[in-house]
């Protein structure tokens, strides 16, 4: 018990660690360096932004999340196709749909007509 106690402690401290060394780590590289100063007007500023264009706004915008609901849609559907499903609108009517077994009639369980009529639900005997 108490081994088992020591091995779950050391396995939460050593992910805290490893997860501290990441954040640590990481930091270096979001730091930013101080703007020069530009030549001319002698004011210190980064590089001015550089102009987006509206066709590039739009596919980054509209195209990349467009893309990846149609991915995800295809992978969805993708195996159902290759099993040969229908996928219509009109596949998806309960009449359709095999829950129980095939189905012969509408009165498919008929009641019993007898004492040892084995027609029905469910029954016991005690």
């Given at each position: ?14 992910l ?8 640590v ?30 066709l ?7 195209g ?52 040892d009529s ?9």
């Open positions: 018990m108490t081994s088992t106690a020591v091995r779950r402690l050391i396995a939460v401290c050593s805290v660690g490893v997860s501290a060394l990441l954040v780590a990481g930091a270096g590289s979001a730091s930013a360096d101080t703007p020069e100063p530009r030549p001319g007007n002698g004011a210190a500023s980064w590089e001015p932004k550089p102009d987006i264009d509206v590039n706004a739009w596919l980054y915008l509209g990349v999340p467009l893309l990846v609901f149609v991915v995800i849609t295809l992978l969805f559907v993708a195996p159902a196709l290759a099993r040969g499903e229908d996928l219509s609108l009109d596949a998806l009517e309960p009449e359709n749909q095999w829950l129980g077994g095939p189905r012969k009639a509408a009165g498919e369980l008929a009641a019993p007509d007898s004492e084995k027609a029905g639900g469910a029954g016991g005997s005690w």
